[in-house]
């Protein structure tokens, strides 16, 4: 089981190096790392579970983020509707890549954090509203996904990972809270 003592923290070279292309078919080892960081997000989400293994509750995971450079990522962003029980976006994405982005930027009213980064950074991380993506499943069949607002900033966020990016490289160091005109503010 993956617990916060797995996941690295910044300041470790493997959080800024370049994750691998990951080569089919994928080994058992390969599979159950990708169970397990769906295993890891859900027990994140889990009021009782994150409470007695101290986890912080996370939407997104990157196979790095756990010392392993290979370009892997889990998703579980829960639906917003409260009536819903079915998560909106919950998967794990092989060789994730963005084929297309909109022109029309978006940010997290809050801005970001990241479970490997232990402190609060202010400001807004602009990035694409919208983005078309292709992945890789483990039982390695390939999808095209698209998406918006929150779940495309999740995915942009882990992908960001796999290329050795941390959000705060978007932060506007001048003046972490001017927004520019026409960037959407996802609340
Ligand atoms: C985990 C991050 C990924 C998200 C940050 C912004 C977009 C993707 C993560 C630190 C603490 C909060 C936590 C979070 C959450 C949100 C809604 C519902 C439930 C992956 N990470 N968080 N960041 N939690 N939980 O670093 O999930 O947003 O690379
Ligand atoms: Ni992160």
Same mark, same amino acid.
Do not use: W
């Given at each position: 089981?993956?617990?916060? $003592? ?14 691998? !292309?990951?080569?089919? *078919?994928?080994?058992?080892? +390969? ?12 027990n @994140? ?18 196979? *790095? ?6 370009? %892997? %990522?889990? =998703?579980? =962003?829960? @639906? #917003? $509707?409260?009536?819903k029980?079915?998560?909106s976006?919950?998967? &794990?994405?092989?060789?994730?890549? %963005?084929? @297309? ?5 978006a940010?997290?009213? !809050?801005? +970001?954090?990241? #479970? @490997?980064?232990?402190? +609060?950074?202010p400001?807004? &991380? ?6 078309? &993506?292709?992945?890789? $499943? ?8 698209? #998406?918006?607002n929150?779940?495309?900033i999740?995915?942009?966020? !882990?992908?960001? /990972? ?9 932060i $506007?160091?001048?003046?972490?809270? /001017?927004?520019?005109?026409? &960037? #959407?503010?996802? +609340?």
């Amino acid at each position: 089981m993956i617990t916060m $003592d797995d996941i690295i923290r910044e300041g470790n070279p493997t959080l800024r190096a370049v994750a691998k !292309e990951v080569a089919f *078919p994928l080994t058992e080892e +390969e599979i159950e790392l990708g169970h397990q960081m769906i295993e890891f997000l859900k027990n @994140s989400q889990d009021p009782e579970k994150a409470k007695e293994l101290h986890l912080r509750g996370g939407v997104g995971l990157a196979a *790095p983020q756990l010392d392993i450079s290979k370009r %892997i %990522i889990a =998703v579980h =962003v829960p @639906s #917003l $509707d409260p009536e819903k029980t079915e998560p909106s976006l919950s998967t &794990v994405m092989v060789n994730p890549k %963005i084929l @297309s982005h909109s022109v029309q930027e978006a940010c997290l009213g !809050e801005g +970001e954090g990241c #479970l @490997s980064v232990d402190r +609060e950074v202010p400001g807004y &991380v602009v990035r694409a509203a919208r983005i078309t &993506v292709t992945y890789y $499943d483990l039982a390695g069949e390939k999808h095209k996904l698209r #998406l918006k607002n929150y779940e495309a900033i999740v995915v942009q966020h !882990e992908i960001d /990972h796999l290329n050795g990016i941390m959000f705060y490289d978007h932060i $506007d160091q001048a003046n972490p809270l /001017h927004l520019k005109d026409g &960037v #959407l503010v996802i +609340e």
